[in-house]
C-alpha cells in the first residue's frame, strides 16, 4: 500500500490496481499539466495538477464505493477508471480541448486508444481489468460511470473543493462527505437519498459560484483564447500535428509556441503577462441570436471582418462566443417521498441559477490594448451588438457604455 500526503483529503491510501497505475507513463505525466489551465494569471496559487486532482477523484470513489458496498472487480474497475479519468486530456486541461477535437475527434474522456495497450493496458491486464470496460467507465457509460462521470460525480466533487482550496475563494466549499454518504442506486440511477435537495443544491450553487470567479473570470478566458490561438497557428505552421499537440503536457506546448515563428509572440506575452485586452465584453441580451454558436469558421470570418473595419491585421483579433449556458447539475436525482425526481423539478433555486447564470455570461471581442479602442467601435458595428448591454472600451461620446466589471 501506498500513502499519499494530499493538500485537501489528508492522507490517500493507495492500494491494488490504483497503485501500480500512478507510476505509469501516462499518469505521470499529469503531474505536468495544470488542473485550471489560465486561471493560474488569476489567482497564482492556483499551480495544482490533474495529477493530484486523479488521487483525489480515487480516494472518493474509493469511499463511495465502500458505503455502497460494491466490491471485488467491479470496484477495482471504477478505482482504475478513477486514476484514469484524465490522462486523455491535452495540455492546459481544457483550454485548447475544443481545437483538438475539432482535428482529431476527439475529448479528453475518449481514451480507448490511449489505454488499449502500452503500459497502463499491461496493469490492467495484469489485475484482470479489461481496458475497454475502464475506459467505458471514465466516459460514464453503464451504472458504474455515473460515479466517475455524470451529475453526482466524485470528479465534481473533488475539483470544486480542490479549486476553491487552491484559488482562495470560499464558493467550491460543499460537504462532499456527506454528498457520499447519501449516495444510492435506484433502477440503475445514482440518486441522493430522501432529505438530500438541499444538498443538491449545495454542488449546483458552489459551481454556478466558482464560474463567474474563477473558471470564466474574464483575465482567464482572454489567456485562454491567446492559448488556443497560438496552437491553432502552430498547427497551421506544421510546428506540430494534432495527435502530437494532444499528447503534450503545459511546457511542451510552451517551449514548442516559443520556438514557433508564426507564435513567438503570443509565448512572449503569455510569459510576460502581456495580455490583450477587452476591446466589447456584451451582455447575452446584447448578442443577436444566430452569433451564440457560431462555429470556428464563421468566427474566423467575422474576426476578418472586425479586423478589416477597424484597420489591423486579422491575427490581433479574437472573437470570443461561448456557448449558450447550461447546468448540468440541475439533472441531479434525488429521492422524495420515494419518488426519484431531477433536482431541476424539485428545487426553487435552479431557476433562480439559471436566471443568474445567463446574466453572467458575457461575449468578449480581444485585442492588444494600442488598437482595443479601434476594434471595439468595429465589432459592435460589425456583430450588431446592442450598445446599451455591451461594454466598449472606447468611451466616445453618443456611445453608451456598460462599464460592470471591466478592470
Known amino acids: 500500500m501506498t500513502t499519499i500526503k494530499d493538500s485537501v483529503h489528508d492522507h ?42 486523479s488521487l483525489g477523484v480515487y480516494h472518493l470513489a474509493d469511499r463511495a464505493l465502500a458505503h455502497l458496498g460494491i466490491e471485488g472487480q467491479q470496484a477495482e474497475r471504477v478505482r482504475a477508471g478513477a486514476i484514469l479519468h484524465d490522462v486523455g486530456h491535452g495540455p ?11 482535428h482529431t475527434g476527439a475529448y479528453h474522456d475518449e481514451i480507448h486508444d490511449l489505454i488499449g495497450d502500452g503500459p497502463v493496458a499491461r496493469v490492467l491486464t495484469d489485475h484482470g481489468l479489461n481496458p475497454d470496460n475502464v475506459a467505458a467507465i471514465v466516459a460514464g457509460e453503464g451504472e458504474l460511470g ?32 456527506r454528498l457520499i454518504r447519501e449516495l444510492r442506486f435506484v433502477d440503475g440511477d445514482l440518486v441522493l437519498d430522501e432529505g438530500n435537495v438541499q444538498t443538491a443544491e449545495s454542488l449546483l450553487l458552489a459551481r454556478a459560484l466558482m464560474n463567474p470567479t474563477v473558471y470564466r ?38 517551449v514548442l509556441l516559443r520556438e514557433c515563428d508564426s507564435t513567438v509572440e503570443i509565448a512572449r506575452r503569455l510569459d510576460d503577462r502581456d495580455l490583450y485586452k477587452r476591446a466589447v465584453w456584451a451582455q447575452r441580451a446584447a448578442v443577436p441570436d444566430d452569433l451564440v454558436g457560431s462555429d470556428h469558421d464563421q468566427i474566423t470570418e467575422l474576426e476578418r471582418e472586425i479586423a478589416a473595419a477597424a484597420n489591423v491585421d486579422s491575427q490581433e483579433v479574437i472573437l470570443d462566443v461561448p456557448s449558450e449556458p447550461s447546468m448540468a447539475e440541475s439533472t441531479s436525482r ?16 435552479v431557476n433562480a441559477l439559471r436566471i443568474a447564470q445567463r446574466d453572467q455570461w ?29 461594454y466598449v472600451r472606447d468611451v466616445r461620446p453618443g456611445i453608451n457604455a456598460t462599464l460592470d466589471e471591466f478592470e
Open 12 to 53: 490517500i491510501e493507495l492500494q491494488g490496481v490504483a497503485e501500480d497505475l500512478i507510476d505509469t507513463p501516462p499518469v505521470q505525466r499529469l503531474r505536468r499539466i495544470r488542473q485550471l489551465g489560465t486561471v493560474g494569471l488569476v489567482y497564482p496559487s492556483a499551480n495544482h495538477t490533474r495529477f493530484e486532482h
Open 362 to 390: 458575457r461575449l468578449g471581442v480581444y485585442a492588444p490594448a494600442p488598437h482595443s479602442d479601434r476594434v471595439g467601435t468595429a465589432a459592435v458595428r460589425t456583430l450588431g451588438l446592442d450598445l446599451e448591454d455591451t
Open 92 to 102: 492546459y486541461s481544457h483550454n485548447i480541448e475544443g481545437l483538438i477535437h475539432r
Open 334 to 349: 434525488v429521492l422524495v417521498s420515494g419518488q426519484v425526481r431531477r433536482l431541476g423539478e424539485q428545487s426553487t433555486l
Open 217 to 254: 473570470h474574464h483575465v482567464a478566458r482572454i489567456a485562454k483564447a491567446m492559448l488556443r490561438r497560438a496552437a491553432q497557428r502552430a498547427l497551421a505552421a506544421d510546428a506540430t500535428d494534432p495527435e502530437t499537440l494532444r499528447r503534450m503536457d503545459d511546457f511542451e506546448l510552451r
Open 146 to 177: 455515473q460515479l466517475v462521470s455524470g451529475e453526482l460525480d466524485v470528479d465534481r466533487m473533488d475539483y470544486l473543493v480542490r479549486d476553491a482550496h487552491h484559488t482562495g475563494v470560499p464558493y467550491g466549499t460543499i460537504d462532499h462527505g
